[in-house]
């Protein structure tokens, strides 16, 4: 019999959802990964196929937030590993998952 957790975490990648222990980590600890300003202008959702999804808390942010996506990639490399995380991708708030509005 395999362990739940296992089982869990095979469906999740077999997905392309990152591992819940990562997510995790990215929601427990986004202030110290991301720093200033994604940790008070930004909120990590969910990764998929090596993108992270955030919301930006208002639209003026998440403009702000598109000249220092390479920074966080930079950051989120460092603590991951270097092709962990591909890419971030911006949303405004008020999106759900596909970009529609909620």
Do not use: C, H, N
């Not at 296992?6 to 980590?25: H, I, K, V, Y």
């Not at 200033?36 to 959702?45: D, H």
């Not at 998929?48 to 208002?58: A, H, K, Q, T």
């Amino acid at each position: 019999m395999i362990p739940f957790g296992d089982a869990l975490g095979a469906s999740l990648r077999r997905m392309g959802l990152a591992e819940p222990s990562m997510m995790l980590e990215l929601v427990e600890e986004w202030e110290t990964i991301a720093g200033e300003p994604w940790a008070t202008q930004a909120v990590p959702l969910y990764v998929r196929g090596g993108v992270l999804v955030v919301e930006s808390v208002d639209r003026a942010g998440g403009a702000f937030l598109r000249y220092g996506v390479s920074e966080l990639e930079s950051r989120l490399d460092a603590r991951f590993g270097p092709g962990t995380i591909t890419k971030v991708e911006i949303r405004p708030p008020g999106r759900g998952p596909g970009g529609k509005a909620r």
